[in-house]
């Protein structure tokens, strides 16, 4: 064995101190790998990284890799020399490099018998090693790697004197050849040295490309190496090496792939190298593997026919990879047209194989991208080419939607039971990934194809025999749906058609009736952002058609798996045509409230349908609104009185939850208002309320409001209850606006004396509410200063008292009092505010982790401060407390908030130099001569640059934000460590 190295740092060690270092090391790794306690092995894991990165582990490295030695003890052996090569190289002498060349070829000589992750971790070092050395040091490092592994040549470099065996050599130098350009791709670089060594290692190519050719061709090659040898050309190609100087070897590859061994790693390999974008320059070569790749199609039939799901599967990869990463250079070789073409027709055989995805097979989904990437292709060529193109490929398309409508099928009832979740979703997926190929290949084959669809579905219905057959039915319709998002319904001609024959579809099958109501509603089945219309749009315009299609709709609400499509389809068409829905409103809510009752449906989807009824209510004369509303909403105001007279308990609470969220939907669309917006300037506009008529919403408010005191005084502790409770009002204070006004002194009232006895964040965001909308009217500011009054006062007892478990009441008790100062400033005149210690409360709260409490606070004091100047009391406050809310600002900013909050304490720090700049300066000056602080990151230059800076900005918001961000880093000593990026 050849000389061990002595360390750079230590040469006089002495071998008894290696031997016990040795032994040392192995005593830690058989606690890391044997010992069953885990915290002795995390200290045997430290340790060992400790010892690698020692001096002394260019020494135990080799005793480590002796022949005696467990295997796990010469992987450690071998992974230490890679992690001192790799971090550590510039501790090893320059006179040192051959010595540990030659004794790292002659250990992967030795071990290239295994045990192989040792093997790979020592073709890793050397492979660091020679990225350390080329090309300087090191020109053709590859060249001698094959010269060293040669058979049975003793004198030749790193080699040894014992016999060798060939292919176990044959099997190291290709690992060697592997993890090379491995390591390089892996590793942290500078971009001129990644350049550099990526050239240097390209032209290495030339050498290591005829090995891999004769390798692949020979008889005498294993099946392992032939299996190396295409992994090795995998990590190659990953250099960006040249096609033109490799298709050769790539040729090569395609005949592996009639041995079942080699399949999957030469798909693989083929697949690398016919994908590397780089390799559109080499026509000649793409040119030369097509016809390979059109080879291939007999197989992929066997395949098919077989069931054999991998080979399929890999040929399919090829065929798009060669399709979809050079479409437009084969394009253009006219004089090849034929052959592309028939790839063309390979990748539509591959979209249309056999079997329902993902159960029977799963190659279809890979060619999807590639229908996109030939349309673009296509229609990117000048209008004279594109027509050439457009002949060819038409065809094409046509043939591929039949493919595809083929293909989203359903497969038999009892099948698609049998199906997994997993296999339901990804095949739900699968056809979301087909409607949005669909909809773009209607942006080439246009309104032929929308009338071919329809004429289609046409005969179908017609014929008795055919429509029995419900997948083909659903499958039109699907295609339909998927391609009329694309259009504006109100100038297809197809579409009086389609609805014609909707109501014709027997929907007594629950996939076919989803694909009915998606299809009417036009709720969207892709993923493409742009839709232009919808079936209900178009029912709007058209609402003699209303009748055909409402009947199958209502009927779908009574079927609980079509809960989802069937409620979203009822709103959709509640929405968009509710003017023309005054006949059908008895049959629409006597099926709902049915549907209700019977509690058919789960919480979200009675939601939507409470929604839904409130856009019809809202379209009625609104002398038959109350009447309506009444009849509705009885059943669940009687069970809501129920459960508020019993003991409270899990049950009782979410069904209550439950009727309030629906009196809330329902509230959120019930607006008359609208009504009359919308039918202003018609000739005969309906009855619209005086003055004196009261909101209907209103009146059962009014009517409920001595139950809903009911049930606060038995859920007042409870914030999930209070919160629905105040969703109620706070969703008809947003619809309702001004017509709530004959609820605001009782609502007033109720909310001060509920968040007195029991504090609540929903309770101050309803009185925000009622702030934004009746600060203003003088015959309701009264009801509305006394509320802010109570709830401001028990509010800053809380704060007195210790808000840090409260930052949802801080949030909205922040944003109540900026809108406050937004709305009616002219409250804090009152003598029952205390002004100082809410600015406190707002400092306080500027302290809180909580993102959304310190945005709240920034609110607070950004709409405080322009008001200073008008209202002498907050002049007052300011002037004593400023230098503190100040000081606050520079400690958050300087480390003790998180660093995301700094763009909003800026802001702050803007209003203040804007609204009272010499005030700042002083403060900023008296805090910032503090020695430490903000932090002591920062020089006394450093925090006078920072006041200068700042001073400086009373307009540019985003200059000073860009100001305190770079304090912030300076602060927390995070500038230029790459930190400020994120």
Not at 123 to 128: G, N, R, T
Not at 225 to 242: F, I
Not at 690 to 708: A, E, G, H, R
């Amino acid at each position: 064995m050849l000389r061990q190295m002595e360390p750079a740092a230590n040469p006089g060690d002495s071998q008894v101190e290696l031997e016990l270092t040795v032994q040392n090391v192995e005593s830690a790794l058989y606690q890391l790998y044997f010992d069953p306690v885990m915290e002795r092995k995390n200290v045997a894991q430290k340790w060992l990284t400790e010892a690698q990165a020692s001096s002394q582990a260019w020494q135990f490295c080799w005793a480590l890799l002796g022949p005696d030695k467990l295997p796990e003890v010469q992987f450690f052996g071998a992974s230490t020399l890679h992690t001192k090569i790799s971090h550590h190289w510039n501790d090893l002498p320059a006179d040192q490099h051959d010595s540990l060349r030659m004794q790292l070829l002659s250990h992967v000589l030795h071990f290239s018998s295994g045990p192989k992750m040792v093997l790979t971790r020592l073709c890793v070092a050397l492979a660091s090693m020679a990225l350390n050395l080329i090309p300087q040091v090191w020109p053709q490092p590859v060249a001698d790697m094959v010269r060293a592994f040669q058979p049975l040549k003793p004198d030749s470099e790193g080699a040894s004197e014992a016999p060798r065996d060939p292919q176990a050599h044959c099997l190291a130098l290709l690992e060697l050849l592997t993890v090379l350009p491995e390591e390089f791709q892996s590793g942290r670089l500078a971009q001129a040295r990644r350049t550099q060594l990526k050239g240097a290692l390209v032209g290495e190519w030339a050498v290591v490309c005829p090995l891999l050719r004769q390798l692949l061709q020979s008889q005498d090659s294993s099946n392992q190496a032939k299996e190396k040898v295409l992994r090795c050309l995998s990590s190659w190609v990953g250099l960006d090496v040249p096609l033109g100087e490799s298709h050769e070897l790539v040729q090569d590859c395609f005949s592996a792939l009639s041995n079942p061994e080699l399949f999957d790693t030469a798909v693989e390999t083929i697949v690398s190298a016919i994908s590397q974008p780089d390799s559109q320059r080499y026509i000649d070569a793409l040119v030369t593997l097509t016809p390979l790749v059109l080879g291939l199609h007999d197989q992929l039939k066997r395949a098919a026919q077989d069931g054999d799901m991998e080979t399929s599967h890999g040929i399919c990869r090829i065929a798009v990879a060669m399709g979809e990463t050079h479409s437009r250079v084969l394009l253009e070789q006219v004089e090849h047209w034929q052959e592309y073409l028939a790839l063309v027709n390979m990748i539509l055989f591959c979209t249309g194989i056999a079997g329902h995805y993902p159960v029977s097979e799963t190659s279809s989904s890979l060619t999807l991208t590639f229908w996109y990437t030939l349309q673009d292709d296509i229609l990117s060529f000048e209008e004279d080419k594109q027509a050439v193109y457009l002949q060819v490929y038409r065809p094409v398309y046509f043939q591929l939607v039949d493919v595809l409508l083929h293909k989203s099928h359903y497969p038999s009832e009892e099948e698609y039971a049998s199906w997994s979740p997993d296999d339901k979703e990804q095949f739900r997926i699968y056809r979301v990934d087909i409607s949005d190929t669909l909809m773009y290949v209607y942006e080439m084959l246009g309104a032929e194809l929308l009338s071919s669809l329809y004429d289609r579905l046409g005969r179908q219905l017609m014929d008795p025999q055919q429509s029995a057959v419900w997948q083909d039915t659903e499958a039109l319709l699907f295609g339909f749906q998927s391609i009329a998002e694309t259009i504006d319904v109100n100038y297809s001609d197809v579409i009086p058609g389609l609805i014609g024959l909707i109501p014709r579809i027997n929907i007594s099958n629950v996939m076919l009736a989803d694909t009915v109501m998606y299809t009417i509603a036009n709720e969207p089945l892709t993923t493409h952002p742009c839709w232009t219309g919808s079936l209900a749009e178009w029912l709007a315009d058209h609402p003699v058609m209303i009748a055909g299609i409402l009947p199958m709709v209502l009927q779908g609400l009574g079927k609980p798996e079509l809960s989802v499509s069937s409620v979203s389809t009822l709103k959709r068409i509640c929405r968009e045509c509710r003017h023309d829905l005054a006949p059908y409103a008895p049959d629409i809510l006597t099926t709902s409230q049915d549907v209700l009752v019977k509690e058919i449906h789960k919480s979200s989807q009675c939601m939507w349908l409470m929604q839904a009824l409130g856009f019809l209510l809202s379209a009625l004369p609104v002398e038959e609104i109350l009447g309506r509303l009444h009849s509705l909403i009885t059943p669940h105001v009687q069970r809501l009185d129920t459960l508020a007279q019993q003991e409270p308990d899990p049950t009782n609470k979410q069904s209550i939850i439950h009727i309030l969220g629906m009196l809330s939907s329902l509230f959120t669309t019930l607006d008359i208002n609208r009504q009359a917006d919308s039918l202003e300037g018609a000739s005969s506009p309906r009855l619209t309320p005086t003055q004196s008529m009261q909101n209907p919403v209103v009146v059962v408010l009014q009517q409920v409001f001595t139950l809903i005191q009911n049930i606060f005084s038995k859920w007042l502790d409870d914030s999930d209850v209070v919160e629905a409770v105040c969703g109620v009002f706070e969703k008809s204070v947003r619809t309702l606006l001004h017509d709530f006004g004959p609820m605001v002194a009782q609502l007033s009232e109720m909310l001060g004396q509920i968040f007195c006895a029991f504090p609540q964040a929903s309770a101050l965001d309803l009185a925000r509410q009622m702030v934004h909308i009746f600060a203003g009217e003088e015959h309701h500011i009264a009801n509305i200063k006394s509320l802010i009054e109570v709830l401001t006062s028990a509010t800053l007892t809380i704060f007195q008292q210790g808000p840090r478990d409260h930052p949802d009441i801080a949030e909205s008790f922040m944003n109540l009092h900026a809108q406050i100062l937004k709305r009616k400033p002219d409250m804090y005149l009152s003598d029952q505010l205390d002004v100082k210690r809410l600015f406190y409360s707002g400092i306080l709260s500027l302290k809180f982790p909580e993102t959304a409490t310190v945005k709240a606070a920034t609110l607070f004091f950004t709409e405080l401060l322009p008001r200073c100047k008008d209202m002498p009391l907050l002049g007052e406050v300011l002037q004593e407390d400023g230098k503190l809310l100040t000081e606050t600002l520079l400690q958050a900013v300087g480390g003790e908030s998180p660093r995301s909050l700094s763009e909003h304490f800026s802001e702050v720090l803007l209003s203040l130099n804007r609204h009272c700049p010499a005030l700042l300066s002083q403060w900023l000056k008296e805090a910032l001569q503090v020695p430490g602080f903000p932090s002591a990151q920062v020089s006394a230059e450093q925090k006078h640059t920072f006041r200068q800076q700042l001073l400086r900005e009373q307009t540019h918001k985003r200059r000073v934000k860009d100001i305190v961000k770079e304090f912030s880093l300076l602060c927390r000593g995070l500038q230029g460590s790459g930190y400020s990026d994120f």
